[in-house]
């Protein structure tokens, strides 16, 4: 980024990945954001704003509930179910999403989280730099 003259928005601080039984599909973030979270050395509380995918309503509200999300920081642009989750591209969409808010808001550490078929889950804590 600097040899091209560009000022980079954040800095990846940590990730997870994880995977739970198919039959529970749609909770694959939770152990994901966990293992993020504690290589990051964070909590839910340290958060500044999240861009969490909604696969459907009631998946995103059980996903924030059992991970104690403040529903003020989630999504505050809107989410999947009012933007879009575009096949192949929704963690583009996501992070773009995440790193564009904190930018405005002057928002310090993110996270971005989505549910993958099949029960996987993944989360990207982020730091503005």
Not at 19 to 26: C, K, L, R, Y
Not at 30 to 50: E, F, H, Q, T, Y
Not at 67 to 74: A, E, H, M, S, T
Request: net charge positive.
């Amino acid at each position: 980024a600097r040899q091209l003259g560009l000022q980079p928005l954040a800095r990846v601080v940590s990730f997870g990945s994880a995977g739970v039984d198919p039959a529970i599909m749609g909770t694959g973030p939770i152990p994901a954001v966990r293992k993020c979270l504690d290589r990051a050395g964070w909590s839910a509380n340290d958060l500044d704003m999240i861009e969490a995918n909604e696969a459907f309503a009631a998946q995103a509200m059980s996903v924030n509930k059992e991970l104690g999300f403040d529903p003020l920081k989630v999504n505050v642009s809107g989410g999947a179910i009012s933007i879009g989750h575009p096949i192949g591209a929704s963690g583009a969409r996501i992070l773009v999403t995440l790193l564009y808010g904190m930018q405005r808001s002057g928002a310090n550490k993110g996270l971005a989280t989505l549910c993958i078929g099949g029960g996987q889950g993944v989360a990207l804590a982020v730091e503005r730099i």
